[in-house]
């Protein structure tokens, strides 16, 4: 029976181990590759099934040609194979590597399939049961194992590079299926071609290569986890994630998207993907020119800008297009990501919100803060000085002229106290009124003061009365100020209610530490409390000289 056939056999378990294979496994692209290479193996037993099932040459012919075809393919399919379980796929990315991989093949599949002249295969005795091999197949048979050759390189180079005893394991599993389909396919060939003749025909010995190598891949499968369950577990996180992402080609098509970037845009396999236009649909967060002239003429760069979608609920998206460059540095393609920012967003923009109120906020303290510290200095300069005349009160003078005054004594230097009032000035209110003579007061004030010296103190020491406090000044000195206060009020006219008012003033001088006791080196006051009673008994002095002016006929200075 021809169904219990060596070749049936292993077509069936080859047929099981596909089922399995689907069952056990997740799909991942390396899968892919490698049920399209399972699905090129089970061609060959298939083949010799359906050869010695069949008494019609021309079937047996087609059948045959199915099986050198499959088995054509078998060599580029293994390599792929290796290079996809190796993490090589690099050399298939480019044209003239993948037209080079293939072309070898495609030409032994062709000659297989036209088998011209009969130089492939021809049947003795009109059934291709027995046949004989010509020139192509021994050419098809040495790109063959050009195929394997290479495929166990790679498989060899791999794993004398990884690290993993896992990954290592995995490799030299699969390497034991290279070589046992190696070793029953030299083995089918040695016995079923060459040694016929004498030995007879064994049947299924590449088959059953095909079946062992198989059942290696199996186990390293299932055991091992050969195939890549990271480019799985990134697939499922790349269809979950809420990020957008569309992968285009250096050429800007669509290559793949999830779900998440349909939220985004409207992206379609196989067009192109305007990402002008998108940008034009909604509000872009700034200007975008920029963006737009790396995007076309700086693909390898990194890019990133913002934009505010308006089509259906406003939603405000981060837009990030990074390159996806091979390891020549050439661009292979581009990763356009959409981020849902509209929350952070908000949070921006609430915070910026609070910013601006707290700065504001800010400003007002700020404000605050100066008025009150006018109004301080007003209130400070109120306690400290004479609110009609501008010149500093008694209270403040007193004060003052203890402290400077102890440091003179300390340092053995001379000051000196004037004290002056203005004449007739009850006069001067009675006649003019009492406006007038705040007037006078304050017009005579700055004219006293346009005279002094930057440390020298002028204080209102009650109602038309003033005095100044002289620092660092002897006898001689203060009487040269006092001459020139006298000139500038004599020269001073108080123009008021239509009127010009002249006024004179009467002054007591006296000098404290003169040029003697300095020189002698005393010390009279030892203690800062002992220099009220000096200060108290120098201005009762002073108030002496002042009326003794006064007596003497006024617009005068006495010296103490």
């Known amino acids: ?35 399209a290479f399972h699905f090129i193996m089970m061609l060959w037993p298939l083949g010799q099934v359906g050869v010695r099932s069949t ?24 390599l792929a194979f290796v290079l996809f379980l190796t993490r090589r796929t690099h050399y298939l990315r480019r044209p003239p590597r993948m037209l080079a991989f293939l072309m070898p093949a495609f030409l032994c599949a062709a000659s297989a399939i036209v088998n011209p002249f009969s130089q492939f295969l021809k049947p003795e005795n009109g059934q291709y049961g027995d046949r004989e091999y010509g020139p192509l197949f021994w050419i098809m048979t040495f790109v063959q194992f050009a195929y394997f050759f290479i495929a166990l390189l790679h498989m060899f180079n791999a794993h004398r590079t990884v690290r993993s005893l896992n990954e290592r394991k995995q490799l030299a599993t699969s390497l034991l299926g290279m070589f046992v389909l190696t070793v029953f396919a030299v083995l089918d060939l040695l016995f079923n071609v ?16 095909i079946v062992l190598s198989d059942i290696c891949f199996v186990i390293a499968i299932y055991r091992y986890g050969v195939f890549d369950l990271v480019d799985t577990a990134k697939h499922k996180i790349y269809e979950q994630v809420e990020t957008g992402i569309i992968v285009i080609d250096e050429g800007c098509k669509v290559l ?22 998108f940008l034009m649909s909604g509000q872009p967060a700034n200007d975008v020119s920029d963006f737009l002239f790396k995007y076309r003429h700086h693909p390898g760069e990194k890019i990133r800008t913002e934009i505010l979608l308006t089509n259906g609920h406003y939603k405000s998206v981060s837009l990030q297009i990074s390159p996806l460059l091979d390891q020549f540095k050439s661009l292979q393609g581009r990763i356009v990501a959409f981020f849902d920012v509209t929350e952070q967003r908000k949070l921006i923009d609430e915070m910026n919100q609070k910013n601006e109120a707290l700065h504001e906020r800010n400003l007002e303290l700020i404000a605050m803060q100066d008025e009150l ?53 009850k006069q001067i209110n009675d006649r003019y009124g009492h406006l007038a003579g705040d007037e006078v007061l304050r017009a005579t004030a700055e004219a006293v003061r346009s005279t002094l010296r930057s440390f020298d103190l002028l204080a209102r020491y009650g109602g038309e009365e003033f005095t100044v406090f002289l620092p660092q000044t002897s006898r001689e000195e203060a009487q040269k100020v006092a001459d020139r206060i006298m000139s500038s009020v004599l020269h001073n006219k108080v123009r008021t209610a239509g009127e010009t008012i002249c006024v004179t003033i009467s002054m007591g001088i006296v000098t404290e530490a003169t040029d003697e006791e300095a020189a002698a080196g005393t010390d009279a006051v030892a203690n800062p409390d002992d220099i009220g009673d000096v200060l108290q008994t120098l201005f009762s002095k002073a108030d002496v000289a002042l009326y003794k002016a006064k007596n003497e006929g006024r617009n005068r200075v006495v010296v103490s």
Request: glycine share 6%; charged share 15%; proline share 5%.
């Open 55 to 78: 008494d019609i040459p021309s079937y047996q012919h087609f059948y045959l040609t199915v099986s050198f075809v499959a088995l054509s393919l078998l060599g580029p399919g293994w």
């Open 194 to 209: 060459v040694l016929s003749p004498w030995l007879g025909v064994v049947q299924g010995l590449t088959s059953a290569g």
């Open 373 to 425: 510290y006018r109004v301080n200095k007003k209130l400070e300069q109120a306690a400290i000085t004479d609110g009609l005349t501008g010149c500093y009160n008694r209270t403040f003078f007193q004060h003052y002229v203890e402290h400077e005054a102890f440091l003179c004594k300390q340092r053995n230097v001379p000051f000196s106290i004037l004290l002056f009032d203005i004449d007739h000035f």
């Open 1 to 35: 029976m021809e169904f219990l056939r060596p070749d049936f056999l292993l077509f069936v378990c080859l047929f099981v181990l596909l089922g399995l294979f689907i069952a056990l496994n997740p799909i991942s692209r390396t899968h892919k590759v490698y049920l």
């Open 256 to 277: 793949d998207f999830n779900r998440s970037a349909v939220g985004f845009a409207q992206p379609v396999k196989g067009e192109t993907f305007d990402l002008e236009r």
